[in-house]
Nanobody
Framework: QVRLVESGGGLVQAGGSLRLSCAASGRTFSSYAMGWFRQAPGKEQEFVGT????????SYADSVKGRFTISRDNAKNTVYLQMNSLKPEDTAVYYC?????????????????WGQGTRVTVSS
């Protein structure tokens, strides 16, 4: 079982940037595709983006496409979410998750391991 720990959240002004990290324990990290999800106050969890186990394929929600970038370093057992041009509507708790679907998935039910989340607040 892989254990995931997110970091890098915080308070940022609109238009700013943050980079979230998700560190994974275990030797099987490189065999998992990874996803990022978020949950804003009073709203349902939503898909942000996903990256394949090789890192060659990524997919994003329309709301973040062109602003957010997912990458991974399998040697460091870490996946990243670079967030640029942040908007107040990006305010949420961000979660990383692991899935055995090699190309990743937009569906949260496909993920079997989750981090505890890191909070991102974007002020206007």
């Amino acid at each position: 079982q892989v254990r995931l720990v997110e970091s890098g959240g915080g308070l940022v002004q609109a238009g700013g940037s943050l980079r979230l990290s998700c560190a994974a324990s275990g030797r099987t990290f490189s065999s998992y595709a990874m996803g990022w999800f978020r949950q804003a106050p009073g709203k349902e969890q939503e898909f942000v983006g996903t990256i394949s186990w090789t890192g060659d394929s990524t997919s994003y929600a329309d709301s973040v496409k062109g602003r957010f970038t997912i990458s991974r370093d399998n040697a460091k057992n870490t996946v990243y979410l670079q967030m640029n041009s942040l908007k107040p509507e990006d305010t949420a708790v961000y979660y990383c998750a692991a899935t055995q679907y090699g190309l990743g998935s937009t569906n949260s039910y496909d993920y079997h391991a989750w981090g505890q989340g890191t909070r991102v607040t974007v002020s206007s």
